[in-house]
């Protein structure tokens, strides 16, 4: 969980641009409804980031289908749209989750449901495959009536503690569990925002089995600084800085700065424990 900067790019003239690359007769579906459009996306702008709320766009379904076209079906501006939103490298890994590769675009609001926002820019958010299927078309929670997904570019993640990790060695293998806590001060919608986040896209298991893995490359670092003296205080303070490097970067709620700072306060880990997390390489047979 990330926030992200908006791309620069003007999103009336992107429109111009995709809908005079379409063929008739959607390109005057789209250009008829060009106005209608851009009121919308106005109103997006203006309710950021509070956007579940919006009402749709009056269209015929012929125009809807021409909208959704638009972003569905290549043409050379929206190419260079796709290109531009997932080639930065701010936004390499996915902003919904921190763990995988921003492979593909969501429309935060869905193109189904609001199909004026189909090519809209700042509607557009990279994503990796495992986010966008598992977050589908779905805006709001029934029960709490609040938004379900955190919203990359607009949504600022606080930097009160909220996220944390419990770590146990038992017979000698490392459990990680993730949960979210609602700290003091934190107002119960942002909490039950990011709670909804964090349950949806699975982030407590997906945050577990990626932190083994990764734990897993860092074997050989922790063995270096536990050293022929086992000097648990170096592995910790190892750790430490890692959780520093991490923080300084994406934040202290960071999936894995928040995995180092508790295996540094684990004196099991910390004291040789670190073994568990070791992969034994499989013998090649020829």
Known sequence: MRSIPLLAVNATDVFDDIAAAKRQPRRRRMLAVRARVLSAYQEYLDAVPEVGGLAEAHMTNLQKEAMRHAYG?????????????????????????????????????????????????????????????????????????????????????????????????EADALVLSYRLVRPAGMALQVFQHLRSHFNELNLADRYRLMGLEHLGGQYSALRRAYGLGEDAERVAEKLREGAEDFEEVFGPNYWLAKL????????????????????????VHE
Not at 123 to 129: E, F, G, K, R, W
Not at 143 to 148: C, I, K
Not at 271 to 279: L, P, Q, W
């Open 73 to 169: 079906v290549e043409t050379q501006p929206m190419t260079q749209l796709r290109g531009d939103l997932l080639k930065r490298v701010s936004i390499a890994r996915c902003p919904f989750c921190g763990i995988s590769e921003s492979s593909t675009l969501d429309h935060y609001l869905p193109k189904e449901q609001f199909p004026e926002f189909s090519v809209f820019p700042n509607n557009l958010c990279p994503s990796c495959a495992v986010c966008n299927t598992r977050k589908r078309d779905r805006i709001l929670d029934e029960g709490t009536n609040v938004r379900m997904f955190l919203h990359p570019c607009y949504d600022q993640i606080p930097d009160m503690g909220f996220l944390v990790v419990r770590v146990r060695m």
């Open 260 to 283: 180092y700072r508790a295996l540094a306060d684990n004196e099991d880990f910390c004291d040789g424990g670190f073994e568990a997390v070791r992969v034994h390489a499989h013998p």
